[in-house]
Antibody, heavy 117, light 106 residues
């Protein structure tokens, strides 16, 4: 079946980087974009960016420009999100989601990232 | 960024009730709006796209309406699995989400 499986929880110190993976299966990986969304504790959702597995095109929320890198490994149908220079308010659950026509119809299970000294 | 304001932030309802959640956009987003359901500790599930189109596999008791700046999600005849938090999301500009509406059992 169609699914996205994300990597496990991470605990990082301020200033460090984190890289979250999102393994896709059950569909043509290059047909759909991959969006990254985070949900801080007790907060709403924040869209971070999007990448096309077809051509590697990316779009970012301006606040993350320069601090987030989105990449694709088509051979393993895996998407990656790297967030650098972590701060305490980056503590959140990070989701990847399959995206087509501006809607995210399949989501990963979420990856908890805790930033703490 | 376009702001989305959901109301109410929470509500209590009984099985079989009809429930309506609203989402107001800070500017005209035409019909560029999705609705999601999220159970605690789980990933969101897409219910409605393009303001009123039911996602494949979603029960017909869910419906969406609206355009411009005012939108609503209606659930007719609440079922046990419908007690969850609901979010709207706009994609007319940089994607943003509403603050969520928690539907609890009365």
């Amino acid at each position: 079946q169609v699914q996205l499986v994300q990597s496990g929880a991470e605990v990082k110190k301020p200033g460090a980087s984190v890289k979250v993976s999102c393994k896709a299966s059950g569909y043509d990986f290059t047909t759909y974009g991959v969006a990254w969304v985070r949900q801080a504790p007790g907060q709403g959702f924040e869209w971070m960016g999007w990448i096309s597995p077809y051509d590697g095109a990316t779009k970012f929320r301006q606040k993350f420009q320069g601090r987030v890198t989105l990449t694709i490994e088509t051979s393993t149908t895996t998407a990656y999100m790297e967030l650098r220079n972590l701060k305490s308010d980056d503590t959140a659950v990070y989701f990847c989601a399959r995206d087509l026509d501006f809607r995210s119809d399949v989501w990963g299970q979420g990856t908890t990232v805790i930033v703490s000294s | 960024d376009i702001q989305l304001t959901q109301s109410p932030s929470s509500l209590s309802a009984s099985l079989g009730d009809r429930v309506t959640i609203t989402c107001q956009a800070s500017e005209d987003i035409i019909i560029s709006l999705n609705w999601y359901q999220q159970h605690p500790g789980k990933a969101p599930k897409l219910l409605i796209h393009d303001a009123s189109s039911l996602e494949t596999g979603v029960p017909s008791r869910f419906s969406g309406s609206g355009s411009g700046t005012h939108f609503s999600l209606t659930i007719t005849s609440l079922q046990p699995e419908d007690f969850a938090t609901y979010f709207c999301q706009q994609y007319e500009d940089v994607f943003t989400f509403g603050g969520g509406t928690k539907v609890e059992i009365k």
